[in-house]
């Protein structure tokens, strides 16, 4: 694919050949554009050319779906230029930010005048629209506190070329077919994320982290079901097995006004933790071992215990439980990795692969059995890119 085509539109030291492989794939170019236009035009180009184009952000999570199965050349369309805005509007609670803003630069410009947003690095180099499109689960998670709740509008361009918005710049503004929250976890498939409008929160007036050791990983998981029912209302909780032995803990964080986190401390008390346990946990998170399968099982918090058995069984090992979302992420060797996949369908467990030897991945769809709403999620990629041009093949269904 010749780059002048498109050094015509980003500028000559914005498109280069090469660039590598993505799941075995050769990169045939990379283009950086400056706008939004120019991702439009970009796109149409690569239309025009046959080509099937990988939106990029930070790319710290590339692995995180089903391996990609273009037609012809491959094309990554680098975000990254888009850094702009970075329109922090405390007042009103919102923030408007380009996609390729860095997440670590959001929250540091945040921390500086009180806020804070759901929008949190996982690993360096994380951007807004990379984020947004990947939906991440991290420590504070929760069924009803994740990143889809608060984006308010997105900037979208389509294969088509066309630049698109949704939502808007406050909290009740959907009518109608929710096409911000369709955006969010769609991992590119259905448009490039040029553009988001986020909701801000004020920075807590105090957070304390507390910890409850336990015999066995049974007994921290209980220990984290008497949490979610004491009231406490933690502002987020992990559950760690021990690096030796049967033992397990639980570390928890509350969060607010002072009366509140007081209330919470004396309904679920616990030793103190050192901000340090969060945040290995928090590495732990983002940066799982090499070796071997990781894996993402999410049902209720209830669930906790039959996803972290049916990963032993296979023959794995829990890294973090994450109670308040329901969610188990382990680690196992390859070859239990199928067997797993059929015991969550069974279990009705939500299953995702996070990293796999790309064989693998090309055995196993990344997300498990089918969903029941394949046929939905076909026809709404045929109506927003009826020529497979973005991110062909990663999203659920290889579709």
């Known amino acids: 694919m010749d780059a002048s085509a498109f050094e015509q539109i980003v500028g000559k030291e914005h498109a280069r050949a090469g660039g590598g492989a993505v799941d075995g794939v050769l990169v045939a170019l990379e283009v950086r554009p400056g706008s939004a236009e120019e991702v439009g035009a970009v796109l149409r180009r690569a239309g025009e050319l046959g080509a099937a184009v990988l939106p990029r952000g930070g790319g710290t999570k590339l692995g995180w779906a089903n391996p990609l199965a273009p037609a012809g050349d491959l094309l990554i369309l680098d975000l990254t230029r888009l850094d702009a805005p970075l329109d922090l509007q405390p007042d009103e609670g919102i923030a408007h930010l380009g996609a390729g803003v860095r997440l670590a630069t959001l929250t540091a410009a945040a921390a500086a005048i009180g806020q804070t947003s759901l929008l949190s690095p996982l690993r360096d180099g994380d951007t807004v629209g990379g984020s947004i ?39 009740k503004n959907v009518t109608g077919f929710d096409l911000v929250r369709l955006y969010c ?7 490039a994320i040029t553009r988001a ?24 998981l209980e220990l984290a079901g008497s949490l979610l029912g004491s009231g406490a209302a933690p502002a987020g909780a992990v559950v760690q097995p021990a690096r030796a032995g049967p033992g397990a803990s ?11 986190v007081e209330r919470a401390l ?12 969060w945040e290995a946990a928090r590495e732990l998170r983002a940066n799982p071992p090499v070796d071997g399968v990781s894996v993402r099982l999410a049902g209720r918090p209830t669930d906790l ?32 990795l199928a067997p797993l996949v059929a015991d969550a369908a069974t279990a009705g467990l939500a299953l995702a692969v ?3 030897p790309l ?41």
């Open 197 to 220: 409008t986020v909701r801000l929160h004020p920075l807590p007036e105090r957070s304390e982290l507390r910890r409850r050791d336990a015999d066995s990983l049974a007994g921290a």
């Open 354 to 356: 996070e990293r796999a």
């Open 250 to 260: 639980l570390i928890w964080r509350v969060e607010g006004r002072e009366p509140a």
């Open 133 to 171: 499109a990947a939906d991440p689960v991290g420590l504070d998670w929760q069924l009803d506190r994740r990143l889809r709740a608060d984006l308010l509008g997105l900037e979208v361009v389509l294969a088509s070329g066309e630049v698109t918005r949704c939502g808007g710049s406050v909290v």
């Open 359 to 399: 064989e693998l991945r090309r055995s196993i769809d990344a997300f498990g059995p089918p969903p029941g709403g394949l046929a939905l999620m076909r026809g709404l990629k045929q109506r927003f890119d009826p020529g497979r041009l973005l991110a062909p093949g990663r999203v659920a269904g290889r579709i």
């Open 185 to 191: 976890g769609s991992l590119g498939s259905l448009g």
């Open 266 to 277: 004396d309904r679920f008390p616990g030793d103190p933790a050192d901000a340090s346990l």
């Open 305 to 336: 215990g039959a996803a972290c058995a049916a990963l032993a069984q296979r023959g794995g090992s829990l890294r973090l439980a994450l109670p308040l979302a329901g969610v188990v992420l382990g680690q196992l060797p390859g070859d239990g």
